[in-house]
């Protein structure tokens, strides 16, 4: 066989069986096969890797039960600096797990990043290494660039020990390394979701598409960006899509103009999957029945489903104020039930306030929470409760410091808690940065008119564990989501369960992290029986098999 270091074939019938597939080895230098997408070390098949690294990506390898030869297939190709960039990251957060007592995450250029790529160019890739030392500054604009893959750190936190000559720094957005993998064109159709969807191509999270748009300016999918491209498994469209860590894209359309987007990915159920990989949808719109609603099963704040203006942290928990009144709900809602949260009031400078509490889908979020019919709201100044703007004296206020809690009970009779959520399938598709979102249009005319008191409802909030009493009873019915409308630049962090500073004890209710599950329950069988029952297009689930 030919050494993988020169590019070549590399030829084996003789160094191991396709039919046993390894338990993954990281820290190793693994192959995935391209055909059936499983996963070997290198001396399976007694391929010579000298000149390789694992969490490379720029291969081609065929096992030999899968190749037509019956001999296993490996080929090196040129690296890009985005997939050296990656692959360099990938070994050194690898080491630093195995070895530092403290791993590390992020990485200095100067110190980590450029060292190692200098060190290890041939093994990285097969271009020749460059004569001018221009690379160093172009794997910082391209780390920089791509977000969807690279996290990046210019300075130290303020205190921080760091010296601020470690910096920039850089680390991988996804910290599970056995998502990285080589990006494949072509996978089987029947691993294309239990398999595609875990390999991060070096590419990004969803390679292909023309990442241009305006805002979030509406239009009907066509199918694909010119006229004559054919769709395929590598096609941002019909691929497994690839979300960072807290389960949203980074660019997204925001919630405003009377439109509602939800996050949709393929629905493996629906009926003739194999519609997706037709170039039967150019010029037409996408039937949005092949289609779900995207959910990750964690309750946090909704970056869509907010207020642009409003900050919120990495990790979804946290949210600072900016000039006027402004809102952000939950990813989640609750129908019926007991439900209950905490929210921690971090920072309150001087002149800033705070009303918080739930809210209907439809709840303007360009205004303070209780503005509307469809929100009810507890204000930090003068503990004035809030709904349809008008104020009553509640309790005393809340500041600094303060833990508050939130609680409402809706009954279980209701014609809200007795209906499935929405499926969307019903709804337009369009494209927003490579990813597909359902578009909902908001007719808050019409919805105001329908509303009607949910008899038994009831609202109360909590002060660092002490109830304040009832605020509000016999709300309007409907699905309710915590939210949070601050008054410039406060920050406050909502807990969501199951573990609470002051946990309520006189009254049973559950924490609204249970609604992560919960919601991904009652979605899948509203999606099962929109299959079972309706015929679009004459196209039906298939009859059920014993």
């Not at 160019?121 to 660039?145: A, D, F, H």
């Not at 690279?150 to 996804?174: A, I, N, R, T, W």
């Not at 709201?377 to 809030?386: D, L, P, Q």
Request: glycine share 10%; proline share 7%; net charge negative.
């Amino acid at each position: 066989q030919d050494a993988a270091g020169d590019g070549a074939e590399a030829m084996d019938a003789q160094g191991g069986s396709g039919d046993e597939e390894n338990a993954r080895q990281l820290g190793e230098i693994e192959l995935q096969c391209g055909i059936c997408t499983k996963w070997f070390t290198a001396d399976t098949f007694g391929i010579d890797t000298s000149s390789c690294l694992p969490f490379m990506t720029n291969y081609s390898f065929h096992c030999n039960v899968c190749h037509h030869s019956g001999n296993t297939y490996f080929l090196r190709k040129q690296a890009n600096l985005k997939e050296m960039c990656l692959s360099a990251l990938a070994n050194l957060t690898w080491q630093s797990r195995t070895q530092d007592e403290h791993p590390k995450t992020m990485f200095s250029k100067d110190k980590d990043i450029i060292p190692f790529i200098d060190k290890y160019w041939e093994y990285m890739t097969t271009r020749q290494r460059p004569g001018k030392m221009t690379w160093p500054n172009n794997i910082v604009k391209t780390m920089c660039k791509e977000r969807d893959v690279f996290l990046v750190k210019e300075h130290p936190d303020p205190g921080s020990k760091d010296p601020e000559e470690d910096y920039p720094k850089f680390g991988l957005l996804d910290q599970d390394l056995a998502n990285i993998g080589p990006a494949y064109d072509n996978q089987k159709q029947n691993n294309a979701v239990s398999t595609t969807g875990l390999v991060l191509c070096a590419g990004g999270m969803a390679a292909g598409g023309s990442g241009k748009g305006r805002g979030a300016k509406r239009k009907q999918q066509d199918g694909g960006t010119t006229g004559t491209a054919k769709k395929t498994r590598s096609d941002p469209l019909f691929a497994a899509q690839r979300l960072p860590p807290h389960g949203y894209p980074l660019e997204h359309p925001f919630n405003k103009d009377g439109y509602r987007y939800i996050l949709a990915e393929p629905d493996p159920h629906a009926p003739d999957p194999e519609k997706l990989e037709l170039d039967c949808w150019a010029g037409k719109p996408i039937p949005g029945d092949l289609y779900r609603a995207c959910l990750y099963e964690r309750v946090l704040l909704a970056l869509h489903d907010r207020a642009p203006q409003l900050k919120i942290s990495d990790d979804r928990l946290t949210v600072v104020g900016e000039k006027g009144y402004s809102m952000v709900r939950a990813s989640h809602g609750v129908r019926k039930g007991a439900w209950y949260f905490e929210i921690s009031m971090d920072e309150m400078p001087p002149d800033t306030a705070a009303r918080l509490g739930w809210s209907q889908p439809l709840g303007n979020l360009q205004a303070p929470l209780g503005y509307d019919k469809f929100s009810y709201s507890w204000r930090s100044k003068k503990g004035t409760k809030f709904h349809q703007s008008i104020g009553k004296h509640y309790s005393s206020g809340y500041g600094q410091g303060d833990v508050l809690g939130f609680y409402i009970n809706l009954p279980e009779d209701t014609e809200t808690a007795k209906s499935l959520p929405d499926t969307y399938k019903d709804k337009a598709l369009i494209k927003f940065k490579s990813y597909l979102y359902f578009e909902e249009k908001d007719f808050v005319d019409k919805a105001e008119k329908s509303l009607k008191q949910a008899p038994g409802s009831q609202i109360i909030f909590f002060k660092n564990g002490v109830s304040q009493g009832v605020a509000f009873k016999d709300i309007f019915e409907g699905v309710y989501f915590p939210a949070i409308s601050l008054y410039k630049g406060c920050t406050v962090s909502i807990n969501f369960g199951p573990y609470f500073k002051y946990p309520p004890r006189d009254i049973t209710y559950h924490p609204m992290s249970d609604m992560g599950w919960g919601a991904v329950v009652e979605h899948t069988l509203a999606d099962v029986l929109y299959h079972v029952e309706t015929e679009v297009d004459g196209r039906r689930s298939p009859p059920w098999e014993p």
